[in-house]
């Protein structure tokens, strides 16, 4: 009788172990199973299970693992979802087509916002399909304060008037400059990311100024993600010194420096631009930098980059005819009459042609594998016939203008750099769009701690694709093409992307903002 109850208990308690070890297995909300997991930070790369539980990575194992729902990934490389630092097209359709190009957080940080809480508020309300977040818009803020004209809302187009002095080539006295800063450190105070510097659209601004504005970026202990003063390969005032500058600054502050789009705004002096950076982090000079894989930019046809005195020659003698818009050459007629008439059409210029010049392929090469440089893409928003966008938007309209960048960057960076020409292996690759951005912000903002790592612990933005057919399909004449491969992309542990199609009944994205406790 006592042999009996022993076994029962024994029997019971063995029972009670399994379905113990049972519930365990079947506690994750997703497990994904059999992928090439790969991570960045510790070299990890393996076959292994991946089991999320809400929106965390909970489990990365060789055990069998169980989940309310499963997903297949053999054959599929498991990777940290991608995060983009220079998004300017922060709207739901914007994040929604770069989710298909394998990004889970996009961030406006070159140009940033003004005023920084009606963006978060506007974007909570609408929901995001990817997290999102921005910096403070220096520039905006400037702005207001030269001018008097006070933006209701950070989408409110400038306004100049046209009998004052052009603010964009007036220095502030410093009681303006006292002023913008207080504005700029406004904004952080209501969560900025950092402070984004479009100087090379206020190329006349006092060098005092900023100066000390990135003196409050280093009192604050947030980046400045700086657009060069200069574009141009003539000197004076050439992007060699606008780098110089940036250079300059950081070292005497300390402020962290990120440059925005170093293959662009170095056009074809990179040869001369890219050592002296190196030769600066070396020294212990803090700055990041950033590209991304085109050869053409994309910006307003009015701004100061296309004013003064000979400022075709000083972008490498482009011709009118090398500014598209919709994907057509412009005449110079038509040039000259969108410039005075239309100043804020968008038109891409070409400055590079890396796909018919071997010489252009190598400049921009430079920039895109600059070493623990990040990938970005300085993607837009989308419009029709002139008019951006807006509201719950799917699928994309087949006729819609961007830059081919806004769906594209990130496949192309893959296709083109590991797999067609093999110029840098996949982790490293994947470093370049995940961890190295997560830890150029991680400083300053505390939850990028948790992302761009595939790793137990971390946020559960992951990316799920075959490396042999990941591919950007955008071109300059049709750019309304999302990218194919991501079969799958999960967003804080909710599937967004599924066996290639988006899920526009979810909208997952959470706001990436810096808190009181974060100075």
Do not use: C
């Not at 057919?469 to 967003?491: C, K, L, M, N, W």
């Amino acid at each position: 009788m006592l042999k009996t109850l022993t076994l029962s208990l024994v029997l019971a308690g063995t029972a009670a172990a399994a379905a113990q070890t049972d519930a365990q297995e079947g506690a994750y909300d997703l497990a994904i199973l059999g992928g090439r997991v790969i991570d960045p930070e510790t070299g990890l790369d393996a076959i292994l299970n991946v089991g999320i539980r809400n929106d965390e990575i909970v489990a990365i194992t060789e055990d069998a693992i169980r989940g309310e729902r499963t997903l297949d990934a053999a054959g599929y490389v498991v990777a940290p979802g991608f995060i983009d630092l220079h998004a300017h097209g922060q709207s739901l359709l914007a994040g929604r087509v770069q989710a298909l190009d394998g990004v889970t957080t996009a961030l406006e940080l070159e140009s940033g916002v003004y005023p920084v809480d009606a963006f978060y508020d506007a974007a909570a309300a609408e929901g995001r399909a990817i997290h999102y977040g921005a910096s403070v818009n220096w520039s905006r803020a400037r702005y207001a304060e030269l001018t008097g004209y006070e933006p209701a809302s950070y989408r409110d187009p400038f306004e100049p008037d046209p009998d004052a002095p052009d603010w964009r080539y007036t220095p502030a006295s410093p009681a303006q400059t006292r002023q913008v800063l207080a504005r700029v450190e406004n904004g952080l105070d209501e969560g900025g990311l950092g402070v984004g510097v479009l100087l090379g659209y206020v190329p006349g601004s006092g060098r005092g100024e900023y100066y000390a504005l990135h003196e409050l970026a280093a009192a604050r202990d947030v980046p400045t993600f700086t657009h060069a003063r200069y574009l141009s390969n003539i000197e004076p005032d050439s992007s060699l010194e606008g780098f110089q500058e940036m250079v300059a600054v950081s070292a005497a502050t300390g402020a962290d420096m990120h440059i925005s789009h170093l293959n662009s705004i170095s056009l074809r002096d990179i040869g001369e631009i890219r050592p002296m950076l190196e030769a600066a982090q070396a020294n212990g000079v803090n700055i990041t930098v950033e590209a991304y894989p085109y050869g053409a930019g994309s910006t307003a046809i009015g701004t100061a980059l296309f004013e003064g005195e000979n400022w075709q020659a000083r972008l490498g003698d482009i011709e009118k005819s090398d500014f598209t818009l919709d994907g057509v050459p412009l005449t110079a007629a038509e040039f000259d009459r969108l410039q005075a008439e239309e100043p804020t059409t968008d038109i891409v210029v070409h400055f590079l042609d890396p796909d018919h010049s071997a010489e252009d392929r190598a400049l921009l090469a430079q920039s895109i594998l600059y070493p623990g440089g990040a990938i970005a893409s300085d993607g837009g928003s989308w419009s029709l016939g002139g008019e951006t966008i807006a509201g719950d938007v799917w699928p994309l309209p087949a006729a819609a203008e961007s830059h081919p960048r806004s769906a594209g960057t990130f496949s192309r960076f893959l296709r083109v750099y590991v797999r067609e020409r093999q110029s840098i292996g996949l982790s490293d690759a994947l470093a370049k769009v995940s961890l190295i951005p997560a830890q150029i912000l991680e400083d300053a903002v505390p939850q990028m701690r948790r992302k761009g790592r595939l790793q137990e612990g971390a946020d559960a933005d992951i990316v799920i694709f075959d490396i042999d057919t990941v591919s950007d399909r955008a071109t300059y004449e049709e750019p309304a093409q999302p990218s194919t491969g991501f079969e799958y992309v999960i967003v804080g542990g909710t599937p967004l992307v599924w066996n290639g199609e988006l899920d526009t009944s979810v909208l997952p994205g959470r706001a990436i903002r810096r808190t009181a406790q974060d100075d």
